[in-house]
């Protein structure tokens, strides 16, 4: 009876959980590890990433729950991926994700000892591996990040860079949706052990906390996207730190993300991702080993560096190997 009375309630609740959702499994090359399920019993769920108990979006950027959704405690039966420095992993969201208009972001924090497992999230410091804000257009019906999240299969890929030192880590994906104030944040985190790292550790300012890293007063959190301002308005602040590993490379200076991407033709992508795996082999180009050089929606430089291979992932993303 009790059994049949709770079903009857995720049932009548579920509707209003379409609206939302987060990360229900991942890719770490070319192996699949479901998410966990907040609509699912406990008992008996393993898996990378740590719980959460529902859709619903973190409100507040001064909440605890903001560093791995809610509880974001290690799970009863906690997994860890092992992956290599330089590999893609890609979140894949509940299909199909409902919300074009805000920032993609995701961060990395290594974790003491030997295993991320029993950690709190709340204490580590976490840095910035990525992020995309506004792409094209304006803050009022632009392209966003999150936009074209839905527009690769409701999935965001990441590789993790070649240079971050070996070891326990979190790896957190957000996704913030700015339809309505206050902003709702949609994080979840996974624990990976990466291998193969290189030695550039991320500076002071790089380094945040969750809470800590955003202010309901940030001006990225605040944004109206409805005004009469955000109809001619055509960049955005991402909140959060500087990017990691920015320092040493100019052309993804932090401060001024909406402006490359909106100069850059749309026309490209479409191109980037009909052509065959072995035709840009040839191309002498300027991306480094594990790179990103094509997928759809991939509007920067296609050659890879000698002797690297532009390679396809999938659809949404290829790769210098
Ligand atoms: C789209 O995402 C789903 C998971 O939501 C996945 O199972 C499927 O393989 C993806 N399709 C492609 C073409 O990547
Ligand atoms: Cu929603």
Known sequence: MVFKLSALIALATLPKALAHGGVLSYNIGGTTYQGWNP??????QTGIERPWSSYNPILSPTDPTIACNDDGTSGAVQLTATV????PIIAY??????????????????????TCTGVNANTLKWFKIDQSGLI??????????SGKMIDQNSSWTTTIPATVPSGNY?????????????????????????????????????????????SATDPGLTIDI????????????????PLYGSASSPTSSA????????????????????TPVSAPTGTPGTVAQYGQCGGTGWAGATGCLSPFACTVVNAYYSQCL
């Not at 609509?39 to 008996?44: A, L, Q």
């Not at 094209?136 to 990040?145: A, D, L, Q, R």
């Not at 949609?186 to 809470?211: D, K, N, R, S, W």
Request: with cysteine; aromatic share 12%.
């Open 39 to 44: 609509y699912n019993s406990p008992t008996g």
């Open 84 to 87: 290599k420095a330089g590999t």
């Open 93 to 114: 969201w509940n299909q199909v994700w409902p919300h074009p208009y805000g920032p993609m972001l995701t961060y990395l924090a290594q974790c003491p000892g030997t």
């Open 136 to 145: 094209s257009g304006t803050v009022y019906n632009g392209y966003w990040g």
């Open 170 to 214: 979190m790896i957190r994906f957000e996704t913030i949706a700015l339809h309505s104030l206050p902003a709702q944040f949609y994080p979840e985190c996974a624990q990976l052990t990466i291998t193969g790292g290189g030695t550039l550790a991320p500076t002071a300012a790089q380094l945040v906390t969750f809470p800590g890293a955003y």
């Open 226 to 241: 409805y005004s009469n301002a955000a109809q001619t308005q055509t960049t955005y602040p991402i909140p959060g730190p």
């Open 255 to 274: 401060g001024t993300p909406a402006t490359t991407p909106a100069t850059t033709p749309a026309t490209t992508p479409a191109t980037v991702s009909s």
